[in-house]
């Protein structure tokens, strides 16, 4: 017989009842055990943790980052500009490039800090302002779109329990939050919070430790690529199928509170002396054939309504400029760089 | 309250403590009905008066139909005792659902015409105690059992605790001659019942949780993902509709075992079966019976001619699948399965398509049956997980229209490793011995086998399993899935 067919058929022999007490005392010990297992692991882990949180460039980095930067007492940011939006901005809005650009024209005093946080919106945003405004940064350039001021659903509790500690909201912007979300600005998150990204960190740490620093700068190249060949048929395949509230977004008249964040967000800062210049960020003709006239009017108006200025880049490129269905590829980012450049320029004149 | 959470297991463990403290009887299932009371109080608060309606109601009828002399007022106190649960499912369910194609009909003739919904708060559990009250009414319309005496002990059957949210759906005939004999907990059901309850929770908060994440990604907007991720996501939801379902059936089990009460099991490896109808025999075992006993049967079964037969399998999974929830995709997967039963009963139950040939048999052969059955399957998964008709269409037409980019090296490993796995898996079903023991370890009692060790021994499986679900369990965890319906 095998050893696995051994134990197998071990359940043929019976072991005796066992008393009460005894498998009591078993339960209580074991939970004392593996709780202490538990909480050990998590204190050994926290520096692993926070390493993962702070430098890993995931979505809790981008979170840390805006944060770290917003906490910086020593800096000074007048002569900053801070990029505020979605993955749409990072990618389409490169502030090496940009700066260089603005070198070129004499402007090498301004820094540019990416800002973006993936999957963010306005509401999100609105979580900032405050820590912003302390900040003082000469301007910030503020990606949207459509979708920014619909509910996508997309919420993330991160925006709010990570840096619980950090937040600092205005009372006047308390309603533009729903029950859960003033309810996780309220509460206290738990104290093991951070052991969901223990399976990730360790996966990061052993990554780092394993990756050859050579690959690891290898991205860090400066030549200009060509644009990305995209399948436009599966472009539009996917444009049309894609959910509606994400990627047909209908824009009203009337406001939501999701529309309140973003004239929250532009009208407090530009209280606060920040300038702030809005950008309705470039979208694939495949997206952009999806809003209808009466959404992109409904969205221009709310753009005037925040007293900003702003510049609408929609329909501005076609296929060649993007590498996937939303984002800029770098080629892309190549051609909106001195455009943008121009812009920060003209409004600083 | 969650399984999942402190506060049950703070709760368990007082009710275990008066359970054993009180020893009379009475008094023990007194304390249990007031536990249960309180269980759903905290998780559906006023809805608790709507559980208590249908237990009075159903029990109210059940009396009468037990007391009637003749089948005239038996007939009617049965139509009685339907309706009232009935109703309530009805309203409390699906009534929105019904004003919503109602304005769709509506619309259709005269657009802005609409009738406002009522946005009904789903009751917890409202599905399931439904259910055991029927199966109590008709199981003495058809004299299965007699009128339980003793109104509170069949209160505790339909709000016993364990099985109150999410089933398994318990008959009476099951549950209510348990009460006969007082509750004692001995060591053996301890332990038992704790191995069980570990096991459930670590499905549920280890496997399902975090393979939830991943799922719910993808379906939010499948049209911006691949085919390849389209189906990953559907099979995760397979294994997560399982691992949370069935970790709960575990859970309950479990909790009901600490009592000495036998509740009975929900699935026996569903992921095996080598035909669908073998599939629901193993696939929520106790929603399957009760859907055949108290639907298929009393629509004539097959008992009234091939196209009767069809219809009424046809009939009983489009209910079944309603049952579920009160949208289409449900209706569709409970209409899907019911084909899926249909063709089979036709070629392999009438026209004994494959039956006598010898290869067919064959362990190579199972193997394949089994792939096929379960491809079948988890497509209906992806119905029935599709957030509306629309994402189910994209879903269809990505597994319809392949859209796989090879030239990703994940796709590449991801399409060759999955079928160089199945291809080694058909390959191995060639050899008996390898057959053989991979059935055995697949059906072999693991449960039995850790609750069958010595306590010394025991605890190992304890502190492996509850450390594993205190570090991997995501810091927030989602309701049963089973909860919704």
Redesign the interface.
């Known amino acids: 017989m095998?050893r696995?067919?051994d134990i197998?058929d071990?359940?043929k022999r019976?072991?005796p009842?066992?008393?009460?007490?005894?498998?009591?005392?078993?339960?209580t010990?074991?939970?004392i055990?593996?709780?202490s297992?538990?909480f050990g692991?998590l204190y050994f882990s926290e520096p692993i943790i926070d390493d993962y949180l702070e430098n890993s460039g995931g979505y809790p980095s981008l979170i840390y980052r805006a944060y770290n930067v917003y906490e910086n007492e020593s800096a000074d940011y007048s002569n900053s500009i801070f990029l505020f939006g979605s993955s749409l901005v990072n990618a389409g809005i490169r502030p090496d490039k940009i700066s260089s650009e603005l070198s070129q024209h004499g402007y090498d005093n301004l820094t540019i800090y990416n800002l973006h946080i993936s999957m963010d919106t306005p509401l999100l945003r609105s979580l900032e302002i405050q820590k912003t405004i302390e900040s003082s940064p000469k301007m910030v350039i503020y990606g949207v779109t459509y979708r920014d001021v619909v509910d996508t659903?997309?919420h993330s509790?991160e925006r709010f329990t990570l840096v619980h500690d950090k937040l600092e909201i205005s009372e006047d912007a308390l309603f533009l939050y729903n029950q859960k979300e003033l309810e996780l600005i309220n509460t206290e998150?738990?104290a093991?919070?951070s052991?969901?990204y223990?399976?990730s960190a360790l996966e990061w740490a052993v990554k780092k430790q394993f990756t050859p620093k050579t690959l690891a700068n290898a991205s860090s190249n400066t030549t200009s690529p060509p644009p990305v060949e995209l399948d436009i048929d599966?472009l539009e395949?996917?444009?049309?199928?894609?959910?509606?509230i994400?990627?047909h977004p209908e824009i009203s008249n009337e406001r939501t509170r999701y529309m309140e964040a973003l004239l929250y967000n532009v009208r407090t800062l530009e209280d606060a002396g920040i300038d702030v210049v809005l950008i309705n960020m470039p979208l694939t003709p495949a997206l952009s054939n999806k809003i209808s006239n009466e959404t992109r009017q409904n969205f221009f108006d709310l753009l005037n309504d925040t007293g900003a200025n702003w510049y609408d880049f929609e329909r501005a490129y076609g296929y060649e400029f993007f590498s996937d269905?939303v984002h800029a590829s770098s080629y892309g980012s190549d051609l909106f760089a001195p455009v943008v450049a121009d812009i920060i320029i003209q409004e600083m004149i | 309250m969650m399984f999942t959470t402190i506060e049950f297991f703070i709760f368990l463990v007082i009710v275990i403590l008066l359970i054993e403290l009180i020893r009379k009887r009475l008094w023990q299932q007194i304390i249990l009905l007031i536990a249960s009371y309180y269980f759903y109080w905290c998780s559906g608060s006023i809805h608790i008066l709507l559980l208590i309606f249908v237990t009075l109601a159903s029990y109210l009828c059940g009396w009468k139909i037990w007391k009637s002399e003749t089948l005239k007022r038996k007939r009617i106190w049965l139509a009685v005792g339907t309706i009232i649960p009935l109703a309530v499912l009805a309203y409390f369910k699906y009534i929105d659902f019904g004003i919503t194609q109602i304005n769709n009909v509506l619309g259709f003739f005269s657009p802005g015409a609409s009738i406002p919904l009522l946005e009904v708060l789903l009751p917890v559990g409202v599905s399931f105690f439904t259910f055991q009250a029927l199966s109590y009414v008709f199981d003495i319309y058809l004299g299965k059992i007699e009128h339980e005496e003793k109104f509170y002990r069949y209160a505790l059957f339909i709000a016993f605790f364990p099985a109150l949210v999410a089933g398994p759906i318990v008959r009476a005939s099951e549950f209510l001659p348990q009460l006969k004999s007082k509750i004692c907990?001995?060591?053996?059901n301890?332990?038992a019942g704790?191995t069980l309850i570990i096991w459930g929770l670590f499905k549920k908060m280890v496997i399902a949780d975090n393979i939830g994440g991943y799922v719910d990604i993808i379906y939010?907007?499948?049209?911006?993902y691949q085919s390849l991720y389209v189906i990953a996501a559907t099979i995760l939801f397979g294994i997560q509709i399982y691992c949370d379902f069935s970790g709960y059936a575990n859970i309950a089990i479990g909790v009901g075992r600490i009592f000495g009460f036998k509740i009975p099991e929900n699935f026996d490896m569903p992921y095996f079966t080598r035909n669908i109808q073998i599939f629901w025999r193993k696939w929520h075992m106790t929603l399957s019976r009760f859907i055949r006993d108290y639907v298929y049967i009393p629509l004539g079964g097959n008992r009234k001619g091939h196209l009767r037969t069809y219809v009424n399998l046809f009939a009983s999974m489009v209910i079944c699948g309603f049952w579920h929830g009160a949208a289409w995709t449900f209706i569709i997967w409970g209409a899907y399965h019911g084909i899926m039963l249909l063709l089979h009963r036709y070629f392999v139950g009438e026209r004994k398509w494959g039956v006598g040939i010898k290869f067919l048999d064959s362990n190579p052969a199972v193997f394949v049956k089994v792939l096929i059955t379960q491809a079948l399957v988890f497509f209906g998964w992806m119905i029935f997980r599709a957030n509306s008709m629309?994402?189910l269409?994209?879903c269809i037409?990505k597994i319809v229209f392949f859209?796989f980019d090879f030239s990703s090296p994940i796709t590449k490993l991801a399409v060759i490793g999955g079928i160089a796995l199945v291809l080694l898996c058909f390959v191995l079903s060639f050899n008996k011995k390898i057959v053989e023991?991979v059935k055995?370890?697949i059906s072999?009692?693991y449960m039995?086998?850790f609750s069958?060790?010595?306590?010394?021994y025991?605890?190992i499986y304890?502190?492996?399993f509850?450390?594993l679900i205190?570090?991997?369990a995501?810091?927030?965890t989602p309701e049963f899935i089973y909860f919704a319906f």
């Not at chain 1, 395949?237 to 509606?244: E, I, K, L, V, Y």
């Open positions: 095998s696995t067919d197998l071990k359940t019976k072991e009842e066992a008393k009460k007490w005894k498998v009591i005392v078993g339960i010990l074991s939970l055990l593996c709780t297992i538990y692991i659903t997309m509790d998150p738990p093991d919070y052991k969901k223990l399976l599966e395949f996917n444009a049309d199928g894609a959910r509606s994400v990627w269905l | 907990i001995t060591g053996a301890l332990q704790v939010a907007n499948p049209a911006e629309g994402d269409m994209i037409q859209d023991l055995k370890i072999f009692d039995g086998f069958s060790q010595k306590v010394r025991w605890v304890i502190v492996v509850v450390a205190l570090l991997l995501p810091p927030e």
